[in-house]
């Protein structure tokens, strides 16, 4: 019981913690930053890099539809086609651009599918799906990735190689033993007061493969507006799946700070950490701020739109 109670602290001081070591640790590299030298790498940035980085956004936002339908299909809701395209955009614009994006991200669903005629608890098991989903694909991910690329991150993160792919081998086989609990029916899981019913293992085997796609999306985004690098492309994925993942449990918006601290320490000291800044500048402002932008603009017109059709 004791412990039941000091849950949330332990977690707010899990994520300061992890959030504090990134940083210390990128300090040094990121001493050398200079303002003209940032803005000097953007302003030197190939147009063809931020297309590039633009259509892998699009087909990121894209890939996350499937997120949604994949949520509503556990929590046995149809809504038409249109709104979970349109909830899920808002739903992730707004969550990755203010961060804890299952309250943020989910208060837009919750505006849009209730709208739409889903009961609160519904909407509530398709928010925590979502959560729930993105944080074992992403562990997934940095698994995969270091089951085939210990060796490259664990040089480039300056860690003993074979921690790491122990950490892997554990992920990966705790996966197989969910996914085997998981398989035929639905079953419920006792945890204290709560009741949860586990997803099928096809359900849960797809969200993995959705979330993968959508975190690769999301790394070329990056990757395309980066200078030229050795890093391979499979082992920029792994290192972003877990800079992304220290940036979710810091509940910084959007990750800043400790994301781009994390990626300027492993990738920034073999290039100039004023172009891997520059680059996350510009992948910033494509990823987050445009679609943020965006989806206040659609979801401002939808509720002017139910307002004046309350009025008539």
């Known amino acids: 019981m004791r412990l039941a109670g000091r849950?949330?602290?332990?977690a707010v001081f899990a994520a300061l913690?992890?959030?504090?070591?990134?940083?210390?640790?990128?300090?040094?590299?990121?001493?050398?930053?200079?303002?003209?030298?940032?803005?000097?790498?953007?302003?030197?940035?190939?147009?063809?890099?931020?297309?590039?980085?633009?259509?892998?956004?699009?087909?990121?936002?894209?890939?996350?539809?499937?997120?949604?339908?994949?949520?509503?299909?556990?929590?046995?809701?149809?809504?038409?086609?249109?709104?979970?395209?349109?909830?899920?955009?808002?739903?992730?614009?707004?969550?990755?651009?203010i961060g804890l994006g299952a309250l943020s991200g989910g208060a837009a669903r919750y505006r849009i599918y209730a709208a739409a005629g889903l009961s609160g608890p519904t909407i509530?098991?398709?928010?925590?799906?979502?959560?729930?989903?993105?944080?074992?694909?992403?562990?997934?991910?940095?698994?995969?990735?270091?089951?085939?690329?210990a060796h490259a991150v664990a040089q480039l993160c300056a860690l003993p190689c074979g921690p790491l792919r122990a950490a892997a081998v554990a992920v990966l086989g705790l996966t197989i033993v969910v996914l085997f609990a998981c398989r035929g029916e639905r079953r419920s899981l006792r945890l204290g007061r709560l009741?949860?019913?586990?997803?099928?293992?096809?359900?849960?085997?797809?969200?993995?493969?959705?979330?993968?796609?959508?975190?690769?999306?999301?790394?070329?985004?990056?990757w395309v507006l980066l200078p030229p690098t050795a890093i391979d492309f499979p082992t920029f994925v792994t290192i972003y799946a877990a800079a992304l993942?220290?940036?979710?449990?810091?509940?910084a918006p959007g990750g800043l700070g400790v994301f781009d601290a994390a990626l300027i320490y492993t990738i920034g000291s073999g290039h100039s950490s004023n172009a891997v800044a520059a680059a996350l500048v510009?992948?910033?402002?494509?990823?987050?701020?445009?679609?943020?932008?965006?989806?206040?603009?659609?979801?401002?017109?939808?509720?002017?739109?139910?307002?004046l059709a309350r009025c008539r």
């Open 7 to 10: 849950r949330p602290g332990l």
């Open 17 to 97: 913690l992890a959030a504090g070591l990134v940083v210390g640790a990128a300090n040094q590299g990121m001493h050398g930053l200079s303002y003209r030298a940032v803005v000097a790498s953007l302003q030197a940035m190939p147009a063809r890099a931020l297309a590039a980085a633009v259509l892998a956004t699009a087909i990121g936002y894209a890939v996350l539809v499937a997120n949604d339908l994949s949520a509503l299909c556990y929590a046995r809701a149809a809504p038409p086609l249109a709104t979970t395209v349109f909830a899920s955009f808002c739903g992730y614009a707004l969550g990755n651009f």
């Open 124 to 149: 509530a098991r398709v928010t925590v799906f979502i959560a729930a989903a993105f944080g074992i694909g992403a562990a997934e991910t940095i698994a995969l990735g270091l089951a085939f690329r």
């Open 195 to 222: 009741n949860v019913e586990l997803p099928g293992s096809r359900l849960l085997l797809a969200q993995i493969a959705v979330t993968t796609a959508d975190i690769a999306a999301a790394a070329l985004a990056l």
């Open 245 to 251: 993942w220290l940036g979710v449990i810091s509940h």
């Open 282 to 307: 510009a992948y910033r402002a494509i990823y987050f701020v445009v679609p943020f932008a965006l989806a206040a603009v659609l979801l401002t017109g939808a509720e002017i739109r139910r307002s």
